[in-house]
């Protein structure tokens, strides 16, 4: 039913027409395939190297870190989290946002600092109404929420949200004043079939063809077989990938957006591996699952942001 409603919700696709460079066609398909091992062929990538002097960013935007704490947590074992990270000392050049069980939304609002942002999972399409279970993005704003995110992978392949249906709800959050981590990503066979780049661009252009702006947009690039699984992908297959998003934001939208287009990886990121990811040029910052459940932990991802940094 869950498809259904997204196919009859998501209206015409646009005309808009995108080009996708031919080097972008995906990425190679390996019978010997590895997640820790890619080799490397982006050889025609812009680099956008410069936008920032003190700090290793392709994009000119502050590194972003969110924390989706999913369909997790207790009133208890959140207040637990919740003064973890208000006494963790945290870098002060990072946006930071998490992103609680609706439930929680007010009892997090209510008793976390204010240096760190409240975002909802989800939202619907338009104002609200007659649509049992949903959550509009008015409801997200009068709680205190200033994100959402949209368009994760398992609002995509669990309850079978389309691209379309996902552009609409993005572009109504925007509509309203709530910014968007719009999420995009492959499964692993489509990844070993070549067709990572066919698939995220797809996704992309589903975003594009609905927003009315890119501003307040954050995108997060989250490799479907890395989330929850223990499996990371390599910070060079993650650089590729972001580099190529980046790229195909200059190509089909413009060159301003994706310099201040945030891209973040997600996918079993964690307080061990989220330094190495975040010295790549193009990873602007994370979206976090099971590590942001640890205060301590998070905090040291968010701190992460310390290694993008080199001698002005």
Avoid at 194 to 208: E, M, P, S
Avoid at 263 to 281: H, R, T
Wanted: a neutral charge; proline letters at 4%; aromatic letters at 8%.
């Amino acid at each position: 039913m869950a498809t259904s409603l997204a196919s009859q919700l998501s209206g015409p696709k646009s005309a808009i027409a995108f080009s996708t460079p031919p080097h972008f066609s995906g990425l190679r398909p390996s019978s010997n395939f590895k997640l820790d091992n890619t080799r490397s062929f982006f050889q025609n990538v812009d680099s956008h190297k410069g936008c920032r002097p003190v700090v290793s960013m392709a994009g000119s935007g502050k590194f972003f870190v969110g924390g989706n704490w999913k369909c997790n947590g207790t009133k208890d074992s959140i207040s637990k989290l919740v003064s973890d990270l208000n006494s963790a000392k945290l870098e002060s050049d990072v946006d930071v946002v998490v992103a609680p069980p609706f439930m929680y939304i007010d009892q997090v609002k209510s008793s976390l600092t204010d240096r760190i942002e409240i975002s909802g999972q989800n939202c619907w399409t338009g104002k609200g109404g007659a649509f049992t279970g949903e959550i509009s993005v008015e409801q997200l704003k009068d709680i205190g929420c200033k994100w959402v995110i949209l368009g994760h992978s398992e609002r995509r392949h669990v309850i079978g949200e389309n691209d379309e249906f996902i552009g609409k709800k993005a572009a109504y959050a925007l509509s309203q004043n709530v910014g968007v981590i719009a999420c995009i990503g492959e499964l692993l066979e489509e990844r070993e079939a070549g067709k990572t780049f066919d698939v995220c661009f797809n996704q992309l252009k589903a975003f594009a063809d609905a927003l009315p702006s890119w501003d307040d947009v954050v995108i997060a690039y989250e490799p479907v077989w890395a989330i929850g699984t223990g499996k990371v992908a390599s910070p060079e297959q993650a650089q590729e990938v972001h580099a190529a998003v980046r790229d195909w934001l200059s190509k089909n939208v413009s060159a301003e957006v994706a310099s201040k287009t945030r891209i973040i990886y997600g996918g079993s990121v964690n307080g061990g591996n989220s330094s190495d990811l975040a010295k790549k040029e193009d990873i602007d910052g994370f979206l976090v699952g099971g590590a942001s459940l640890k205060g301590p932990e998070f905090a040291t991802i968010i701190n992460s942001v310390t290694s993008k940094k080199v001698a002005a």
